[in-house]
């Protein structure tokens, strides 16, 4: 299995508003940090690539799970770019971190997935909550794990998702530590922008979504650790779909890794 990444700590060689210059830093291996950081004012998207003849059951379960996966964008079969969300856009390199599943198991997490990409692939682009969180600190709330330079965390929860075809399994959230009055206020922000998950399932109660401990995080990464007056706030997760998949046990899926998104062309909305 590839080598694993990393966030990058150094400071970026390149524009790293520019949506176009970060996924060429991408591209040419000068940046291979997480994005939430990078081009902030742009739509990102997670990724799933999946083979073809099952792309239309895949696009009915993200419409019937629409919370957790929002499509913004669906390639031809073969195709390496979807035209609406960049011009420039290379599906299979400028994520800066790809996992490889076949037959449902993860077998490699390279950083470039063009000697893997196949002709019958069909790639999704899924809301992502790293869209919001620039919305979210432009209306004053807080965010903690940002300014920790840390991503929000996830967490298996044991709700099941709306199954379609081979696809199906639990839903995945991410989580954010806010104050009572930042979790109001993110809940009504979110709740506006349904692209990028709407707003939240759950606030102040992982138990009710199974989790038994925030310490144990879905992939390991993300701030867990809540401080006094904090809550935990829950969104659902575009990383619903990499669970969907592996279910399927298709014999080739490609996903982003954890927290190296798809860097769109596409302006956040001004609130």
Not at 26 to 38: P, S
Not at 58 to 70: D, G, H, I
Not at 177 to 192: E, F, G, K, V, Y
């Amino acid at each position: 299995m590839s080598q694993a990444l990393f966030p990058q700590a150094h400071a970026p060689d390149f524009d790293s508003a520019d949506p176009s210059a970060v996924r060429r830093a991408i591209r040419e291996g000068r940046f291979t940090g997480f994005t939430n950081l990078v081009a902030r004012e742009y739509v990102q998207g997670n990724l799933v690539a999946v083979p073809a003849a099952h792309a239309d059951a895949f696009e009915l379960y993200c419409r019937s799970n629409p919370q957790a996966l929002p499509i913004l964008g669906r390639s031809e079969p073969g195709a390496r770019s979807i035209p609406e969300l960049a011009a420039d856009l290379d599906i299979a390199r400028d994520t800066g971190g790809y996992m490889v599943f076949r037959d449902g198991d993860l077998v490699d997490t390279p950083r470039d997935a063009s000697p893997v990409w196949h002709d019958d692939l069909v790639a999704f682009v899924l809301g992502c909550s790293f869209s919001f969180e620039t919305i979210l600190q432009r209306n004053a709330v807080r965010l903690r794990h940002l300014d920790e330079g840390d991503v929000s965390a996830m967490y298996e929860t044991t709700r099941e998702t709306v199954p379609v075809g081979p696809f199906g399994g639990r839903l995945i959230v991410s989580m954010r530590a806010l104050t009572p009055a930042d979790a109001i206020r993110a809940t009504l922000l979110s709740a506006r922008y349904p692209q990028f998950h709407g707003a939240p399932v759950s606030l102040g109660l992982p138990g009710d979504l199974g989790i038994a401990d925030l310490a144990h995080s879905y992939g390991g990464h993300g701030l867990t650790r809540l401080r006094p007056g904090e809550l935990p706030v829950f969104w659902a997760c575009g990383a619903t779909g990499q669970n969907a998949v592996r279910s399927a046990r298709l014999p080739l899926c490609i996903t982003h890794y954890k927290a190296h998104m798809v860097v769109t062309d596409l302006p956040l909305p001004k609130d």
